[in-house]
């Protein structure tokens, strides 16, 4: 019953023309909001651009599934003085369809901050978000990674570094029901143990009678007297229904969330034109200082991401990770070219990938344009390169303090490798220019930022465009600040709340 109300528009069209909700974008925000309203008993479509894949059918060559999953085929990337690759995911389930399903809630300190300085406090509740946060940690299975069972050397080797100069870590706690430790959640999990909105959200919604439609692109949303009453667009994919216009009419409301970029270029398409639209463009960009060390990591065996070292958000705002991913994918970070990063390719098993996410200060700007599509302008400020430079020196200190004979610093204008501890003060040395970085940014918000005052944010605290009726952004583009965590679960966590009054 379920299974048939995903459909592939490419082949079959779109079912309906007219329902209550329409929701764009099937990712964190559009699968939490689809999974309330349908439940509600009210009339539920959610239109996606990208395919619904089968992630058991995709195989193992990680290039060619990530051509398939993510926007742009992975090529996306943020224009400033460095270019800057950004990653997310263009199928049902959007992003979480390939990420690391780290779970983690919105810090309370940054809830305050939206409260005192955005005036969220009625929209976004304390106490609602905590309840949200509790029933979508059970429907999606939110379960520490266990020792043994699905981490890896490398995790345990994190723990030890961390340990051992004093920062607070754990087990990372992710969305899984019967992880077998592939270290594939980046290409879509093969065995559907990674609880995706694709196999929870969306399907509970399917199941109380909400249509899921792939290959469906929202070009412009239609008002009517300050209403916001229909979405227009293109079919997509390769079936006979490709290239076709489509128009769905929304009787109560349209639900943007096509994810941060999309969703503030579809405001604008549509002829949006706050002053704050496509202002305060944030991210966690982040980077990967990698260990050589004397026994075999295999950081290719595991969950894909499976200990976490949080103790310096509040001081330096970063947080570390480790990450287990096909070796394909480590090995396009080693240095070196020719015969020698043949050698480097040789000591692949014995190298463990620490990341550390940055909570940046820099805000950038996102608008549509004729050459780029979505054209993303970001610039770290010198405070943000500053911290990443101490950060990566800490991964360093903690590579060596697990028993590693060598660091690999992946800071051009630095030695390729740091052999002892006594050389960590290179560091101090390293540039404050974003070019000498391998940054890459998958936690990103801003855009339609929620707040009181319509003169300077997009949406207000109910989540509602301000001066549209019936039209709500239900994405981390709603985010007035980053959070220095994982977002998904704030972002599913402040969908459910959004959703939930909308229900009535
Ligand atoms: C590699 C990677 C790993 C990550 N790991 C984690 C993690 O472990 N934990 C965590 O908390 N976060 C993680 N994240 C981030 C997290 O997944 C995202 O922040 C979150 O999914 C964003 O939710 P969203 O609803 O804003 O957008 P998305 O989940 O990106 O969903 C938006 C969807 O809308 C669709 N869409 C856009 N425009 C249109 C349109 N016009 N018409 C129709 N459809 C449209 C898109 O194709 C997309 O499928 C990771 C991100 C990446 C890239």
Redesign the pocket.
């Known amino acids: 019953m379920s299974a048939a109300r995903f459909i592939d528009a490419s082949h079959s069209g779109l079912p309906v023309d007219e329902v209550d909700f329409v929701i764009?974008?099937?990712?964190?925000?559009?699968?939490?909001a689809a999974r309330i309203l349908a439940a509600s008993g009210a009339r539920v479509v959610v239109?996606?651009?990208?395919p619904h894949i089968d992630a058991r059918t995709l195989g193992t060559n990680a290039g060619a599934s990530m051509a398939r999953l993510?926007?742009a085929g992975g090529k996306q990337a943020a224009f400033g003085r460095a270019t800057t690759p950004?990653?997310?995911?263009?199928?049902?389930?959007?992003?979480?369809?390939?990420?690391?399903?780290?779970?983690?809630r919105l810090p309370e300190k940054i809830l305050h901050h939206w409260h005192e300085r955005f005036g969220l406090a009625d929209g976004l509740p304390q106490r609602a978000l905590d309840d949200a946060a509790t029933i979508i940690e059970d429907e999606l299975s939110a379960r520490p990674v266990v020792e043994g069972v699905t981490s890896n050397r490398q995790d345990l080797l994190l723990r030890t570094g961390a340990n051992a100069i004093g920062v607070e870590g754990r087990f990372?706690h992710?969305?899984e029901k019967g992880c077998r430790g592939s270290s594939r959640?980046?290409h879509g999990c093969p065995h559907e143990a990674k609880q995706s909105?694709a196999v929870t959200s969306l399907r509970r919604a399917a199941a109380d009678g909400a249509h899921v439609v792939a290959h469906?692109?929202?070009?412009k949303i239609e008002r009517k007297g300050g209403r916001a009453v229909a979405?227009t667009?293109r079919i997509g994919g390769d079936g006979p229904e490709a290239g076709q216009p489509f128009r769905l009419a929304a009787r109560r409301a349209v639900i943007?969330?096509?994810?941060?970029?999309?969703?503030s270029?579809?405001l604008w398409r549509s002829g949006a034109r706050m002053a704050h639209l496509g202002r305060h463009f944030m991210s966690h960009p982040g980077t990967a200082v990698m260990g050589l060390y004397p026994a075999r990591v295999d950081a290719w065996t595991g969950a894909?991401?499976g200990y976490e070292a949080f103790g310096m958000r509040d001081t330096l705002g970063v947080k570390f990770e480790s990450i287990n991913v096909p070796p394909e994918v480590t090995a396009a970070r080693l240095p070196g070219a020719g015969a020698r990063f043949a050698e480097r390719l040789a000591e692949l098993p014995y190298v463990a990938n620490w990341s550390v996410a940055l909570r940046a200060d820099a805000e950038g700007s996102i608008r549509p344009s004729l050459w780029f599509g979505d054209l993303v302008r970001y610039d770290l400020v010198p405070h943000d390169l500053e911290r990443l430079r101490d950060a990566m020196r800490t991964l360093a200190s903690m590579h060596f303090a697990a028993g590693a004979r060598e660091v690999l610093t992946g800071v051009s204008g630095l030695p390729e490798t740091l052999r002892s501890p006594d050389e960590l003060e290179l560091f101090a040395r390293a540039p404050l220019d974003p070019r000498a970085y391998s940054l890459i940014?998958?936690?990103?918000?801003g855009g339609c930022r929620a707040g009181r005052d319509p003169s300077t944010s997009v949406v207000d605290p109910t989540l509602k465009v301000h001066g549209v009726d019936g039209l709500y952004v239900?994405?981390?583009?709603v985010f007035p600040t980053n959070t220095g965590?994982?977002?998904?679960?704030?972002?599913?966590s402040v969908?459910t709340v959004a959703a939930t009054r909308l229900a009535g």
């Not at 469906?216 to 070009?219: G, Y």
């Not at 943007?256 to 969703?263: C, F, N, P, R, T």
């Not at 940014?441 to 918000?445: A, C, E, G, S, Y």
């Open positions: 764009v974008g099937s990712g964190a925000g559009g699968g939490a239109l996606e651009e990208g993510f926007r950004i990653l997310q995911g263009a199928c049902v389930g959007g992003t979480t369809f390939v990420n690391s399903a780290i779970v983690w990372i992710r969305y959640c980046l909105t469906v692109r929202v070009r979405v667009g943007v969330a096509g994810g941060v970029i999309q969703s270029n579809l894909s991401q940014m998958t936690h990103l918000f239900m994405d981390a583009s965590v994982n977002p998904q679960h704030s972002i599913m969908a």
